[in-house]
């Protein structure tokens, strides 16, 4: 068989990373032809045809580019033309936090930075302050998630990242400080605050999976 060539993106976007979701019920092949299919632009039954040590190799290049992707923090960036800045926590309301939290409990990444970025109003002078993000619309959310799709996932890690380090910091003062909650109560606060970091801190399951292709 000639050798098998394809295009890794320079950068993965937000639908890559999307498209490389957990696949349980697989074998260890069908999950890399999967992951393979989802960067390259080669569908499943096509890769079907190649030997292993090519499928082998070309899956050992984008797990390489998948784990040496670098986080990116950007309170602020500009995108297709539109400036975005985050919104922090302490600007919040309530349902826009309750989203929030649902969205990352089901690692929904496309849905969480939609949350967290939004227009800028106005124009804005630095990157940490004086700037006001729009009003959070759950329909415009919807729409903002397609405009998202191609944006760089080293952003969308670095607000992962960022936003963790606040809400776990944040969850730990609020256990503190609450007078109200009983034992059994905090410990299911903590449990949930660590089912979160653990859902994106995982990322993906695709070392384990290169590395029982290689036992294999």
Same mark, same amino acid.
């Given at each position: $068989?000639?050798?098998?060539? %394809?295009?890794?993106?320079? /950068?993965?976007?937000?639908?890559?990373?999307?498209?490389?979701?957990?696949?349980?019920?697989?074998?260890? +092949? /069908?999950?890399?032809?999967?992951? +393979?299919? !989802?960067?390259?632009?080669? #569908?499943? #039954?096509? @890769?079907?045809?190649?030997?292993?040590?090519?499928?082998?190799? +070309?899956?050992?290049?984008?797990?390489?580019?998948?784990?040496?992707?670098?986080?990116? *923090?950007?309170? +602020? *960036?500009? *995108?297709?033309?539109?400036?975005?800045?985050?919104?922090?926590?302490?600007? =919040? &309301?309530?349902?826009?936090? @309750? #989203?929030?939290?649902?969205?990352?409990?089901?690692? &929904?990444?496309?849905?969480?930075?939609?949350?967290?970025?939004?227009?800028?109003?106005?124009?804005?002078?630095?990157?940490?302050?004086?700037?006001?993000?729009? #009003?959070?619309?759950?329909?415009?959310?919807?729409?903002?998630?397609? @405009?998202?799709? &191609?944006?760089? =996932?080293?952003?969308?890690?670095? !607000?992962?990242?960022?936003?963790?380090?606040?809400? %776990?910091?944040?969850?730990?003062?609020?256990?503190?400080?609450?007078?109200?909650?009983?034992?059994?109560?905090?410990? =299911?606060?903590?449990?949930? $605050?660590?089912?979160? *970091?653990? &859902? @994106?801190?995982?990322?993906?399951?695709?070392?384990?999976?290169?590395?029982? =292709?290689?036992?294999?």
């Amino acid at each position: $068989m000639k050798e098998i060539k %394809i295009d890794i993106p320079i /950068e993965f976007t937000i639908e890559h990373y999307s498209k490389l979701g957990q696949y349980e019920h697989l074998s260890e +092949v /069908e999950k890399i032809i999967r992951i +393979v299919a !989802a960067i390259s632009n080669y #569908d499943e #039954d096509f @890769i079907r045809t190649w030997d292993i040590s090519s499928l082998q190799k +070309v899956y050992l290049d984008i797990h390489t580019k998948i784990t040496t992707t670098e986080a990116r *923090f950007l309170p +602020v *960036f500009e *995108f297709q033309g539109v400036q975005y800045g985050l919104q922090p926590i302490s600007k =919040m &309301n309530a349902g826009e936090y @309750i #989203d929030l939290e649902k969205q990352l409990q089901d690692s &929904n990444v496309l849905d969480v930075i939609s949350i967290l970025y939004r227009p800028i109003q106005g124009k804005a002078e630095t990157l940490f302050k004086y700037y006001t993000v729009e #009003d959070y619309d759950s329909e415009k959310r919807e729409w903002r998630k397609e @405009i998202f799709k &191609n944006l760089p =996932m080293s952003i969308a890690l670095g !607000a992962y990242n960022f936003f963790l380090l606040i809400a %776990i910091q944040s969850s730990n003062n609020f256990l503190q400080s609450s007078q109200q909650l009983n034992q059994t109560q905090k410990k =299911m606060w903590t449990k949930g $605050m660590e089912k979160v *970091f653990k &859902n @994106i801190s995982d990322g993906s399951s695709h070392s384990t999976t290169l590395q029982k =292709m290689e036992e294999s």
